[in-house]
């Protein structure tokens, strides 16, 4: 195994293989997937702060075995920041984890170098001695059914805003996921309670689901799938987490959850890879509030 100690922001930070090849299909190497996570760092740490990290870990590339990890693993550096957190904060059983917190630079390149290619985060944030808070973002995740794909994602997406805007909820981003659909955030006051969240959640895809019945469900049964669009309410579960907005996906290529304007959500919207993503920083800036 080849290493190398490099200084980041101050801090000592250990690099290994960083010619290892994490996605097959493209030859894309560790490397390359530290320099992303360092070139998107001042977008992506705004998404990160205050939040704790589910990562999922590649150690040998998307093709091989992965692993999700919510504790901080032995050897972690004391600066690193991480608190013991309830498993399902104001719905728990009593179970504590020890979360990490990836809020600088540092941090988030530790994590990356432990094939941590993808970063999970709750809607909720933690104060600075770990005192859990009030949501302060609302998802709904769009998942398509067989013979739906991006297209019916990208129709169910501008439904969804104009139903949230009627609710008062008129800061709503799009975001391609990486992977098969996407996700629409919209910015809360933090006035409401997770399973108040949680369960406005529920009632609005349900809502949908049943005005927009040829495009849209809101239960997870394959049956009901195939032409349609899955309204993923659940993620609001303070026991839940979603891909982090800029976060890398561990999918055949090396796509990244993107931010999207509207006007791109439409028949020709696709995912993006991390190289596009950086491209479009310098000409469309941070999308996200």
Known sequence: M???????????????????VLWPATGTTKGEML????????????????????????PDGVAADRFFEKNVPAGTPRWVRHHWLPAS??????????????DCLPALIW??????????????????????????????????????????????AHLIAERLADD??????????????MQLYATLDGSRAATAVHAY?????RELASAHPDLLVATQKKTSRPGKV?????????????????????????TVAAPRTWDEVGPDL????????????????????
């Open 2 to 20: 080849t290493e190398q100690w490099v200084q980041v922001k101050g801090r000592r930070v250990r690099l290994s293989n960083l010619d290892k």
């Open 35 to 58: 320099h992303y996570y360092t070139q998107v760092a001042p977008v992506l740490l705004r998404q990160l702060a205050d939040r704790p990290v589910t990562r999922v870990r590649y």
């Open 89 to 102: 904060p104001g719905d728990d059983d009593g179970t504590m984890l020890d979360l990490p917190v990836l």
């Open 111 to 156: 994590a990356a170098n432990l094939g941590a290619i993808e970063l999970h985060t709750p809607q909720w944030r933690v104060g600075p001695r770990g005192g859990v808070r009030a949501p302060d973002r609302l998802v709904v995740d769009l998942d398509p059914g067989p013979g739906a794909g991006l297209v019916g994602c990208a129709k169910a």
């Open 168 to 181: 008062g909820l008129t800061e709503v981003v799009p975001v391609t996921s990486g992977g098969k659909g």
């Open 201 to 205: 959640a529920r009632d609005l895809a």
């Open 230 to 254: 899955l309204l993923d309410w659940s993620q609001n579960h303070p026991a839940k987490t979603t891909i982090t907005p800029y976060a890398m996906r561990g999918r055949e290529h090396p």
């Open 270 to 289: 696709d995912q993006l890879t991390w190289e596009q993503v950086l491209a479009r920083l310098g000409h469309v800036g941070d999308l996200m509030p």
